[in-house]
């Protein structure tokens, strides 16, 4: 059979270690990954202490951290504002003529901003927002494309102590809704459109939709990119220029408390309602600083490319914040990897020279598919280390993404997830590397792979991926919703579950296997199966719904679901449409299913739960496993 031979390859190649280069590992900033692990586990609070040390605060911390099981806070006492750490810090310095950002319209129309310039622009911002009245502790939603008033939208927030809650412009008029109505957000920032593969996605179309119903909401303000420029309806809308023309580029950064709200993302779950984690100035700002640094050994002359979106927690962590505290060049290009043609990325990276380049699984599955011929056609030796995040990357695409740009670059598979706020588990650029396994906590971070009960399971085992005590940038809580957020450090007593199956092998690497709960990943996308069924379940033609994933060589996973109709009704291949049409309408084009399917019965359990893994097992011809409490 053609093929066999090349997959044997790639079972011997992914076995392999991969030693990082020598060159790599000496001028790295950590060079001997045991040694820092086990000092900073001997004293955790000493090291992140230490790490704190290295940014600007108003006012020194009295208490590194007071655990009240489950309830953490650190640096007590600490007075910062990450704004500060993000510009002011470089202001100051040498940097003020770096640049900072630059950004890449889909078009080749190119923005780019020094720190200074950035600085003075957030700062616009944040007195045009104060003159609307937005102040310390309000909500604004930002609704935006991967323009450069999103970095911006989202600092100026910051600066004034307004907690800002991004929503991903992917999401529908009411998945935008529910966001904006669960914060009760003072103001929206949004865009006339976003381009995405040439055509302009109409985005303040679908705020006015969800701006009905949502009573909190004082002020929109819009950026217009087109002409001529979409109406606004003053005085509840106004234009972006307008908000800032006026404003003075010079502002105070608010004096925030280490523990103050910095911001809520939403992120979905195992219920129907998704949850508004939220994360504070101090932690936050040390724990993301820090892995930037470490897991990207991110120097002065890197330039710095993440292809995330800021609408999700890798944006928030790892394009806006943490780069920005490290003093780096973040290149942030609008669009899709493959438009106007499948070399997008390679071509941007061979243009400006990137050297730190971190993406996705699934993104790179979907380059492998395309061929080598278009990572061939660029001149890729700028890039120094890769990473990866959302999902398991397989072996097959690791070791492509490896070939492809030198078999020279560490590739850093990080796992977190948006409660933790900073990279968790992964490859320092110093440790050897297992294409697949995510390897090593970072430092200060004391992980493992347990039973139900908590107990440690051996090597090669399978289990509950926990952590064993608080870090610096966790969640602090779910937004309005505390219960939940106990939730997270009750499932098993006194560590954190993060909701992940996965083992560990004999040199103590970790192995992420996947999602233990009823979250589903397409494309590194998190999806809640309940959110999918009650988006189903709120057509009127369908009485229930359940949704599962199934593997996918691309996306990892896509979307199937089985509906019983309602008396009436009859399956069709119209009714197939009007469902996913709905679906896209209700949660956004991310959540539509990739399969559908008419039945009219659910596997149950006695109390009416939707057993989903018989219905997964079946759809994949596997075992099901212990179906004792199946109803019938
Ligand atoms: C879930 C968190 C963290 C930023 C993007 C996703 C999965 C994340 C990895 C990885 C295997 C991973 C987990 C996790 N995940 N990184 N390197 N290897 N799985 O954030 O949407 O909060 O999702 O993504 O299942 O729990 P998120």
């Known amino acids: 059979m053609a093929g066999t031979e090349e997959k044997i390859d790639v079972l011997t190649e992914a076995k392999k270690v991969y030693d990082p280069p020598a060159e790599v590992v000496e001028s790295a900033w950590v060079r001997d990954y045991d040694q820092v692990y086990e000092q900073s586990i001997e004293d955790p609070e000493r090291f992140w202490a230490t790490i704190a040390g290295e940014l600007e605060w108003f006012n020194p911390w009295d208490r590194v951290l007071e655990w009240d099981y489950p309830w953490a806070k650190w640096f007590v006492g600490g007075r910062c504002n990450i704004t500060v750490n993000c510009l002011d810090r470089h202001v100051r310095g040498w940097r003020k003529n770096k640049v900072a950002l630059i950004w890449v319209g889909e078009d080749g129309a190119s923005r780019v901003f020094t720190y200074g310039q950035l600085l003075r622009e957030v700062n616009r911002c944040a007195n045009g927002l104060k003159g609307l009245g937005v102040g310390k502790g309000d909500r604004v939603t930002i609704y935006l494309p991967r323009i450069p008033e999103q970095f911006i939208a989202m600092l100026a927030c910051a600066r004034i102590g307004a907690i800002h809650s991004v929503v991903y412009s992917g999401f529908s008029a009411q998945a935008l809704r529910d966001r904006i109505a669960d914060a009760e957000a003072k103001a929206v920032i949004t865009a006339d459109v976003g381009y995405h593969r040439g055509k302009a996605v109409q985005l303040k179309g679908i705020v006015d939709e969800a701006l009905e119903g949502t009573p909190s909401v004082e002020h929109v303000v819009v950026v217009r990119r087109q002409t001529p420029p979409v109406e606004l309806h003053p005085p509840r809308e106004l234009d972006w220029n307008q908000l800032i023309e006026q404003a003075s ?186 294409p697949g396994s995510a390897a090593r906590p970072f430092p200060g971070i004391e992980a493992d792979v347990v039973d139900r009960e908590g107990r440690p399971v051996p090597p090669k085992q399978g289990g509950f991926l926990v952590i064993k005590r608080p870090w610096p940038a966790m969640k602090r809580t779910i937004y309005k919703d505390p219960q939940r957020y106990e939730q997270y450090w009750k499932t098993i007593p006194n560590v954190y579950t993060a909701g992940d199956v996965a083992f560990r092998d004999e040199d103590g690497y970790f192995w992420i296997l996947g999602r233990a709960d009823d979250v589903i990943k397409v494309s590194g996308y998190r999806l809640g199966t309940a959110e999918i069924e009650s988006a189903l379940v709120s057509h009127p033609a369908v009485a229930e719904a359940a949704a599962i994933g199934k593997p996918d060589p691309v996306k990892g996973e896509i979307i199937k679901t089985f509906v019983i109709l309602k008396e009436g009704y009859a399956p069709s291949e119209a009714m197939v449409e009007e469902l996913k049409a709905h679906v896209r309408h209700t949660l956004g084009p991310i959540a539509v299913p990739s399969e559908l399917e008419f039945t009219d019965w659910l596997p149950k359990t006695r109390s009416g739960k939707i057993m989903r893994r018989v219905l997964k097992a079946k759809e994949l011809g596997v075992d099901p496993g212990d179906i004792s409490t199946l109803e019938e």
Not at 385 to 410: F, H, K, M, Q, S
Not at 419 to 426: A, H, K, L, N
Request: net charge negative.
């Open 249 to 434: 580029p010079r502002c105070r950064a608010e004096v925030m408390d280490a523990e103050d709200p910095l911001y809520i993302l939403y992120t979905s779950g195992t219920t129907g309602k998704p949850k508004g984690v939220v994360h504070v100035h101090g932690g936050y700002m040390v724990g993301t600083y820090i892995t930037c640094k470490w897991v990207f050994d991110l120097k002065d002359e890197d330039v710095y490319f993440c292809t995330a979106d800021p609408g999700w927690v890798t944006g928030h962590s790892y394009i806006v914040y943490a780069p920005l505290m490290n003093g780096a060049t973040v290149l942030f290009p609008e669009g899709a990897l493959d438009y106007p043609d499948p070399g997008r990325w390679w071509s941007l990276i061979e243009q400006y020279e990137v050297s730190i380049f971190y993406s996705t699984p699934t993104a790179i599955r979907a380059l492998m598919k395309y061929g080598d011929e278009w990572p061939r056609r660029y001149d890729l030796s700028s890039l120094r280390i890769l990473g990866t995040v959302g999902e398991p990357i397989n072996p097959e695409a690791w070791l492509w993404y490896y070939r492809v740009t030198g078999e020279r670059c560490p590739i850093v598979d990080t796992w977190w997830q948006t409660e933790t706020g900073m990279i968790m588990i992964t490859p320092l650029p110093c440790v050897p590397l297992k």
